[in-house]
């Protein structure tokens, strides 16, 4: 039978096995975090490439992000690539590669409003469907407006109108949602 | 002549001189209605043994004599109520009264005395007892409290429910999971409490703002779930029972066995559920499934008569998917949801798979407790307990991270009790004291920044209450004191990382005075005050991130203070003879610096399109409503309730009215006891309608849409008991959403994304052993 003195050792065992954080957690490695879009346009007749970056180092809080835009030439086909960094880490991630890799899993779509620029896949999944890490934007007439970039992740790659750019029925989660101002001169 | 009286619910045998007495015992007592102590008339006496039937008269009165002494069991039937099997021993003449849960909505729904707690009888506390558990096999916690009005659900599609109690729930609800209280992760509106309420005996709502005995921080009330104490029978005793729902063909198995003799008991239950997708009237809810597998055992010791040892174990343990039609999406992405009929990433097939976005959560609890009695009225307790709940939360990720969860967190916590009760005619007092310490650890494999920081927390407590009857009056009072150390470790948003080790101390109190009083013995009224303040909790303080938010991110607040909460709560209760029951309670709960979620100005940019901001923040607030009930009971035949209950929650400097408070709801059911037959006891047949209104009171600014409108629901019940060889077999039938309509509940934190569940019908069976 136990004894109250037992009963009180007891208790004092298992109070004593808890023991004290002594040193600070480790802080998560935030691999999948995106911190940067870059989006470079190089003209197809040859000249200086042109980036348009979205940049958000510290994630979600803190500092606001950091957009570059440059203004493009009208009449001029140009061939553009996405690039998505993790720069929180040395060397950068490269989640463009993971995206690459999962290519029937996500997909870019481009939403352009008022300029006079139209943009086309220009690479596809193993279904045949459109990735949209290459793509080819071709400017119109003086104009400006601005382009939204969207990449989702697990959209219904097969719904109507989702392979041609149309982003209303893809649904999927949002992984990257950014808007560039355009202006065409 | 010395005569025993014992009653039903608690089977006390006293041992006498007993040694070759002849058969000549009488046997006699009474049968009355557990909620209403009113008695059951013409109930049916079966002792199994002896193939004995007794029939009570119009009182409810019954006697048998020259019985032999000797244990026997009893069944019990009346009409209308599910039949209950009683052990005793008889040694000499016996008076017995058998309680009956006749009225089972009115002891739902009529304060219970001093079953659970004869210090706080001002407290206004609702009990849904064994028959009620027995008949909602299969449902959660949340779901089987909702019963009880001004109780409802906060959910997360149709398969994570929490209680919400006078509009507070989370932090500000306790759950004391028998005896102790339930350290889980009650912060998160998207975590369920981690317990399996179907091998309870009684689940108790506590709508008054203090569990005073466990803790300061149940400002919104307690559910205490107990499984009561094991009936003393030398014979195995228990249960099996089975419930197969339509509406995402869930299976649940439930069983327990016990077995006790003078000195040593034992009870061991578990539960196994598997759900899969749920169906609303129009599509599947792809993966909304769930898989439970809980358990526990209970030991009891009773080396003397003065003194008891308990040991109970329990574990909980599920795994549960997320609609995968909702995301923790942009406005964007919030607007086309929004504009469909049929939401996103819809199955047309049905699957008990369970698939990213899903959750993984253990908890166990093991506790020792002990208690010795100094004399029958006053005895000393002391609980030893641990708890261990690890909950993995898992996400749509890239790059096979699926399988790696985006939120991993282990919460140990220990606790120490002692109390010291006494329990007289005059006066009954107690006083205790706990300590309690939590450790709260990320495992940071996530790769991804934790929600809320680790966190090491010490709470060191003293209470006392007691009560004094004074004629017709009966007073009140107690008070608690918590010295609270919280030491976090938050991971700051800067380039690079770092970590800041914060240390906060707090001194919680609360303090209640009430009183009842009863000038008739068919009308009591009640009044409670209790004044409280609860410290801020890590999620207050830390939360970061758009993990739990739908379309929003949300933000802790380093600066909270602790909010100081009044709350004062009338309950007038009033029979008329046999026919009405009538139960009416008011409340006023006033907050100084309430900690609400309150919506910045401007949208956040992300790399994931534009955010609202939540920041955690305080202001005074004001929470009024009232419940009301009435039951009537026209012929023991046919019963009839309604229950209505409405509140209003707004902040006090501005008058805008608080997020997530639920709207007016009233619902009325009609119920008809059919008459026994040989086979066939205790049948019941029901029809019940639930009326939600639309919220009305929003605040434009907090919430992202307006509230989904009002809704109409019905529903319809069938049990009913065989008896046996001395077994009862219950079977049951329960519709809800019998027209099978489409709606969207404001407390659901998918309404964005679907309709909520459709027609489900649930056949359940049990046999008590």
Request: charged share 20%; proline share 5%.
């Amino acid at each position: 039978m136990l004894t109250y003195k037992n009963v009180f050792f007891l208790l004092f065992i298992l109070i004593a096995v808890v023991s004290c954080k002594d040193d600070d957690p480790p802080i998560p490695n935030e691999e999948e975090l995106i911190t940067t879009l870059i989006y470079t346009l190089t003209p197809a007749g040859g000249g200086a490439a042109i980036e348009f970056t979205f940049r958000d180092l510290d994630g979600d809080g803190g500092n606001d992000p950091v957009i570059t835009t440059f203004p493009l030439d009208s009449g001029v086909v140009y061939h553009g690539e996405i690039v998505l960094l993790n720069e929180s880490e040395t060397p950068a991630g490269d989640i463009s590669a993971e995206v690459f890799d999962e290519a029937d899993e996500h997909q870019f779509f481009y939403s352009v409003h008022q300029a006079q620029v139209t943009i086309a896949y220009e690479d596809s999944d193993g279904n045949g469907n459109p990735l949209g890490l290459q793509s080819e934007l071709t400017t119109g007439g003086m104009s400006q407006g601005h382009l939204t970039i969207t990449l989702r992740h697990e959209p219904d790659k097969f719904a109507a109108g989702v392979s041609s750019g149309d982003i209303t029925n893809a649904g999927g989660e949002t992984d990257i949602e950014v808007t560039f101002p355009l202006l065409i001169q | 002549m010395i005569k025993q009286i014992l009653t039903g619910t608690v089977v006390v045998c006293l041992h006498g001189l007993t040694f070759g007495q002849a058969c000549n015992i009488q046997f006699s007592g009474r049968v009355l209605d557990q909620g209403s102590k009113e008695p059951l008339e013409y109930s049916t006496i079966a002792i199994e043994e002896t193939n004995d039937y007794i029939l009570a008269d119009s009182l409810g009165q019954f006697s048998l004599r020259d019985m032999c002494p000797g244990a026997y069991h009893v069944q019990v039937f009346h009409i209308g109520c599910p039949p209950e099997q009683f052990y005793l021993r008889i040694t000499r003449d016996t008076q017995m009264i058998f309680y009956l849960d006749h009225h089972g909505e009115l002891l739902k729904e009529v304060v219970v005395e001093g079953a659970h707690d004869s210090f706080q009888k001002s407290r206004t506390q609702k009990s849904i007892t064994a028959s009620s558990i027995r008949n909602q096999a299969g449902a959660s916690l949340a779901d089987m409290t909702e019963s009880v009005t001004g109780v409802r659900t906060l959910k997360n599609g149709s398969g994570i429910t929490k209680p919400i109690i006078h509009g507070l729930y989370g932090n500000r609800v306790s759950v004391i999971n028998n005896g102790l209280l339930q350290a889980g992760q009650q912060w998160g509106a998207d975590h369920a409490p981690e317990i399996d309420p179907n091998t309870a005996n009684t689940i108790t709502v506590v709508k008054g703002s203090e569990a005073i005995e466990y803790g300061s921080s149940a400002l919104g009330g307690a559910i205490l779930v107990d499984v009561g104490p094991i009936k003393e029978d030398p014979h195995l005793h228990g249960f099996i029972s089975y419930a197969y729902g339509t509406n995402g063909r869930s299976h649940t198995l439930t069983g327990m066995a016990n077995r006790s003799s003078d000195t040593f008991g034992w009870r061991i239950s578990g539960t196994l559920k598997k759900a899969g997708d749920q169906h609303t009237p129009d599509y599947f809810l792809t993966n909304t499934g769930y898989n439970e597998l809980n358990g526990s055992l209970q030991l009891v010791f009773h080396p003397s008569q003065k003194t008891e040892h308990e040991v109970y174990y329990s574990l909980f343990n599920t795994q549960l998917g997320i609609f995968a039609g909702a995301f923790s999406s942009n406005l964007t992405e919030l607007e086309e949801a929004l504009e469909r009929d049929v939401p996103f990433n819809i199955n047309d097939e049905f699957s008990y798979d369970i698939n990213p976005p899903s959750q993984k959560v253990q908890h166990h609890l093991l506790k020792y407790s002990g208690r010795r009695f100094l004399n029958p009225e006053t005895y000393y307790e002391w609980v030893v307990g641990s708890q261990y709940d690890y909950r993995r939360e898992y996400d749509r990720r890239r790059g096979g991270r699926a399988d790696i969860p985006a939120l991993d967190l282990a919460l140990f916590t220990q606790t120490l009790q002692l109390k010291y009760v006494r329990d007289s005619e005059r006066i009954r007092y107690k006083f205790g004291g706990q300590f309690s310490y939590s450790n709260n650890t990320n495992d940071p494999e996530t790769g991804i920044l934790p929600l809320i920081p680790d966190y090491e927390r010490g709470i060191l407590g003293a209470y006392g209450l007691a009560h004094y009857p004074l004629g017709k009056f009966e007073l009140e009072g107690g008070a608690r004191y918590d010295f609270q150390t919280l030491i976090a470790w938050p991971i700051t948003l800067t380039v690079p990382r770092e970590v800041v080790k914060t240390e906060h101390v707090y001194h919680n109190y609360a303090i209640t005075i009430g009183g009842v009083y009863q000038p008739k013995a068919d009308m009591v009224s009640r009044l409670q005050f209790a004044l409280a303040n609860r410290s801020p909790e890590p999620n207050e303080l830390y939360s970061i991130g758009l993990h739990q938010g739908v379309a929003s991110i949300e933000e802790g607040n380093w600066d909270l203070q602790p909010e100081i909460s009044f709350k004062t709560i009338f309950t007038q209760s009033i029979h008329f003879e046999d026919l009405f029951h009538f139960d009416v309670s008011l409340y006023s709960h006033l907050f100084d610096g309430y900690i609400y979620l309150q919506p910045q100005d401007e949208l956040r940019l992300t790399i994931r399109g534009a955010y609202p901001v939540y920041i955690y923040e305080q202001e005074d607030a004001w929470i009024r409503g009232l419940d009301f009930v009435v039951v009537s009971d026209f012929s023991h035949h046919v019963e009839w309730n309604i229950k209505f209950s409405w509140l209003r929650g707004t902040s006090l400097p501005d008058n805008q009215s608080l997020s997530l408070m639920p709207a007016a709801e009233v619902s009325s059911e009609l119920s008809w006891a059919i008459k026994d037959t040989p086979l066939f006891k205790g049948s019941r047949l029901s029809i019940e309608g639930s009326y939600t209104a639309m919220q009305e009171h929003w605040d434009e600014e907090a919430e992202l849409v307006p509230p989904p409108g009002d809704y109409f629901l019905l529903g319809l019940s069938a049990t009913t008991g065989l008896s046996l060889h001395g077994h009862i077999l219950n079977l049951g039938v329960t519709v809800s959403n019998l027209l099978n309509i489409r709606y969207r509940d404001y407390l659901n934190r998918l309404r964005y994304f679907s309709d909520e569940q459709g027609i489900n019908i649930r056949l359940s069976c049990r046999y008590t052993l």
